[in-house]
């Protein structure tokens, strides 16, 4: 029999050789593994030390947790109907393994038995972790209530995964092929692409569908108003019950009633009054309260920008474009065409300067340049030939001037949107930074970076809009706090550990770079004539930068406020809808239309670990921008950025990861706590 691609730890996963019939018998094996090691560490005799638990369970069940990964992984980014069935098999039996071991009482008991003065700081700050996840994880219940818990974990998995498959499936299935006429005002590469697409089918016409790259430049820039709303209506009634009839069959209403009522279950389960309590316990907010009306302040701070905002576009829509009585179709064609005016510059031709490979060796020379490390292309086995990988290194220079060079971690860069991949942008860990106490040796970090951009047509390098740069620095901010982390105990190692409302603020601190001329320039070249982006230009970007901040606020925390109080005040027996217009009217300045369902596709806090969560965002963005205002404050007479500030700020928040409380880590690099103050200057809104 050949050997099981998933079976292969020595190095990085095999993904060219993963297929769909390797997922079964792996889980066989590694969860029979995990469960002859969670035997032998709770047996009487077994001590209750940390190393001698972590080398005998830890790294048996970090196998699992890496194989399994990799099968998650290859279903967001490379889904098909039998690896689909292959994952969905598993994963009943996965998750009834990690529900039972989070809470199995026996291994709980070896936890809080071991004595915290054994152990280092690092050590410390994961038992603590250990201890509290235990309980959240239902080790202090009994019985019945403990059997409906884990009944409780498994439903939630599938729904999840359910939800997940809807958004996707509903997403892929729509595609409409437009006239060339109708697409009048659409930038040219975007038509290309469309064309392309359309004959890769054998069909006339220009294919736009609703995945980003083709669906949003047709909002922004499409004369037609009745192709606008056709996408618009498409787009806003996936995965729900006002879709087309045809594809009803992926309406998430369902799935999304019968999660809130297990979230609402499991936390009364564990004693608490709502999913809400449950979700901060691990966080920085002390209660779903003081998230609420931290969301409320923020509002009301933007709204009268917003305000702002709506009234400038009406204005401009009747007196330039003729539109009366703007739609919600409207809005983004509108918005582009006032900013257009405004700053004479249009995001198309700013598209031109950020060619994919120009933007990324930029990214590259501010991290290098900033954290003192080095970027080099690397060599894995990859899912799809358009994946690239490379590592970061670290340089030594000894008294006698030999270099010496270590490494520090690699990952895997996925850019291009495509059937069967998930929308959105995210990173997510291969493997962690460990001191494996089974072989002694450091494993040193591996992540994902995966972003949804269109893809180059005819020869030509892909172009990325100036909001895509930022999704690019902004995702591997994540992948640099999990890689530059030097902290030892992978539990609290890179972004394990953190809090998970600070877990965004090296993701967001990353954006800023994409605003600063010193760093700008060196990553633009036209696609035509190879120019670097041009001063004036740059400038008009920068003026435009908080165009719309107000508006692009209070999204957010409709957003946030929704989920929040989704998981806190509404009973889930009840219809969610309502509650989505109640925050919409009190929050909104543009209501959206009757049949809008963007709850419908809210992946964040159905499928993606956000849920009473998402304030997160705006949280860790108070954190982020009184963390640049650091470099703000040190930066060069031309604007680049102090090495020391970085060396700093890589220091106090990166390399210290999940190991000490994520405020202790902001003020060891700011030596105070974070004000409001530099969010609301950075976006316009002092």
């Known amino acids: 029999m050949p050997t099981n691609p998933l079976l292969d730890f020595h190095d990085l996963p095999l993904f060219d050789q993963i297929r769909p019939e390797h997922v079964a018998p792996a889980v066989d094996t590694l969860l029979a593994e995990s469960e002859t090691a969670l035997e032998a560490v709770v047996a009487p005799g077994f001590p209750a030390d940390w190393k001698a638990l972590s080398a005998r369970l830890d790294c048996t069940t970090e196998r699992l947790s890496r194989a399994w990964g990799a099968v998650s992984h290859l279903n967001n980014v490379a889904d098909t109907p039998e690896l689909r069935a292959a994952y969905n098999e598993a994963l009943p039996r996965v998750t009834e393994f990690w529900t039972r071991l989070g809470s199995d009482e026996r291994l709980y008991a070896k936890y809080k038995a071991i004595d915290p003065a054994t152990l280092n700081e690092e050590q410390r700050q994961a038992l603590k972790n250990a201890i509290r996840n235990f309980v959240l994880g239902g080790a202090e219940l009994q019985g019945a209530a403990k059997e409906r818990f884990a009944a409780i974990q498994e439903r939630q998995a599938e729904l999840s995964q359910?939800?997940?498959?809807?958004?996707?499936?509903?997403?892929?299935?729509?595609?409409?092929?437009?006239?060339?006429?109708?697409?009048?005002?659409?930038?040219?590469?975007?038509?290309?692409?469309?064309?392309?697409?359309?004959?890769?089918?054998?069909?006339?016409?220009?294919?736009?569908?609703?995945?980003?790259?083709?669906?949003?430049?047709?909002?922004?820039?499409?004369?037609?108003?009745?192709?606008?709303?056709?996408?618009?209506?498409?787009?806003?009634?996936?995965?729900?019950?006002?879709?087309?009839?045809?594809?009803?069959?992926?309406?998430?209403?369902?799935?999304?009633?019968?999660?809130?009522?297990?979230?609402?279950?499991?936390?009364?389960?564990?004693?608490?009054?709502?999913?809400?309590?449950?979700?901060?316990?691990?966080?920085?907010?002390?209660?779903?309260?003081?998230?609420?009306?931290?969301?409320?302040?923020?509002?009301?701070?933007?709204?009268?920008?917003?305000?702002?905002?709506?009234?400038?576009?009406?204005?401009?829509?009747?007196?330039?474009?003729?539109?009366?009585?703007?739609?919600?179709?409207?809005?983004?064609?509108?918005?582009?065409?006032?900013?257009?005016?405004?700053?004479?510059?249009?995001?198309?031709?700013?598209?031109?300067?950020?060619?994919?490979?120009?933007?990324?060796?930029?990214?590259?020379?501010?991290?290098?340049?900033?954290?003192?490390?080095?970027?080099?292309?690397?060599?894995?086995?990859?899912?799809?030939?358009?994946?690239?990988?490379?590592?970061?290194?670290?340089?030594?220079?000894?008294?006698?001037?030999?270099?010496?060079?270590?490494?520090?971690?690699?990952?895997?860069?996925?850019?291009?949107?495509?059937?069967?991949?998930?929308?959105?942008?995210?990173?997510?860990?291969?493997?962690?930074?460990?001191?494996?106490?089974?072989?002694?040796?450091?494993?040193?970090?591996?992540?994902?970076?995966?972003?949804?951009?269109?893809?180059?047509?005819?020869?030509?390098?892909?172009?990325?809009?100036?909001?895509?740069?930022?999704?690019?620095?902004?995702?591997?901010?994540?992948?640099?706090?999990?890689?530059?982390?030097?902290?030892?105990?992978?539990?609290?190692?890179?972004?394990?550990?953190?809090?998970?409302?600070?877990?965004?603020?090296?993701?967001?601190?990353?954006?800023?770079?994409?605003?600063?001329?010193?760093?700008?320039?060196?990553?633009?070249?036209?696609?035509?004539?190879?120019e670097p982006l041009p001063r004036d230009l740059f400038d008009k970007m920068v003026a435009a930068r908080n165009f719309h901040s107000g508006l692009a606020t209070l999204r957010q925390i409709e957003f946030a406020l929704f989920d929040m109080l989704l998981h806190t005040e509404h009973d889930p027996a009840e219809d969610f809808m309502p509650l989505l217009r109640k925050v919409r009217e009190e929050v909104a300045v543009l209501q959206p239309p009757e049949f809008s369902r963007t709850a419908h596709t809210f992946s964040h806090i159905f499928s993606g670990g956000y849920a009473a969560g998402y304030y997160s965002y705006k949280w860790a963005e108070v954190l982020s921008a009184d963390a640049y205002a650091a470099f703000e404050e040190t930066a060069g007479a031309d604007g680049s950025p102090s090495v020391e500030t970085g060396r700093k700020y890589r220091q106090a928040i990166l390399e210290s990861g999940g190991s000490r409380a994520a405020m202790e880590s902001f003020k060891a690099f700011r030596g105070r706590e974070p004000t409001l103050d530099a969010l609301l200057r950075h976006q316009g809104m002092a």
């Open 162 to 530: 359910k939800f997940s498959e809807n958004a996707l499936d509903a997403t892929d299935a729509f595609a409409y092929y437009a006239s060339l006429q109708e697409l009048d005002g659409v930038p040219e590469d975007v038509v290309q692409a469309a064309r392309v697409a359309a004959q890769a089918e054998g069909k006339d016409g220009y294919k736009l569908t609703l995945k980003m790259p083709s669906y949003l430049p047709v909002m922004q820039f499409a004369h037609s108003r009745e192709l606008r709303q056709r996408m618009y209506r498409a787009y806003v009634t996936r995965a729900s019950d006002q879709a087309p009839p045809e594809f009803r069959k992926y309406d998430n209403t369902e799935a999304i009633r019968e999660i809130l009522a297990l979230r609402k279950e499991e936390a009364q389960l564990l004693g608490y009054g709502n999913f809400g309590e449950v979700s901060v316990v691990p966080k920085m907010a002390e209660s779903p309260q003081q998230v609420i009306g931290f969301l409320r302040e923020l509002a009301a701070k933007a709204r009268p920008f917003a305000e702002k905002d709506v009234a400038d576009m009406r204005a401009f829509a009747a007196e330039k474009l003729g539109i009366r009585d703007p739609q919600p179709w409207d809005w983004s064609y509108i918005g582009e065409k006032l900013k257009e005016e405004r700053y004479a510059f249009s995001e198309q031709e700013v598209k031109q300067y950020f060619t994919a490979p120009k933007v990324l060796a930029g990214l590259f020379k501010i991290v290098e340049t900033l954290f003192e490390v080095v970027i080099r292309r690397d060599y894995a086995p990859v899912w799809n030939p358009g994946v690239e990988f490379y590592r970061i290194e670290r340089e030594h220079k000894d008294s006698s001037g030999h270099v010496s060079t270590e490494r520090v971690g690699q990952f895997y860069l996925d850019p291009a949107a495509r059937t069967g991949k998930r929308g959105g942008a995210w990173m997510d860990d291969v493997r962690a930074r460990w001191q494996r106490p089974d072989t002694g040796k450091l494993q040193t970090p591996v992540a994902h970076l995966v972003c949804n951009f269109a893809d180059g047509v005819e020869g030509k390098p892909a172009l990325l809009t100036h909001d895509d740069v930022i999704t690019l620095f902004h995702e591997s901010g994540h992948g640099l706090h999990h890689m530059l982390t030097r902290v030892n105990e992978r539990d609290v190692s890179g972004i394990s550990g953190v809090e998970w409302d600070a877990v965004e603020l090296p993701s967001q601190f990353m954006e800023n770079f994409c605003w600063e001329w010193a760093v700008l320039r060196h990553m633009t070249a036209h696609v035509e004539t190879g």
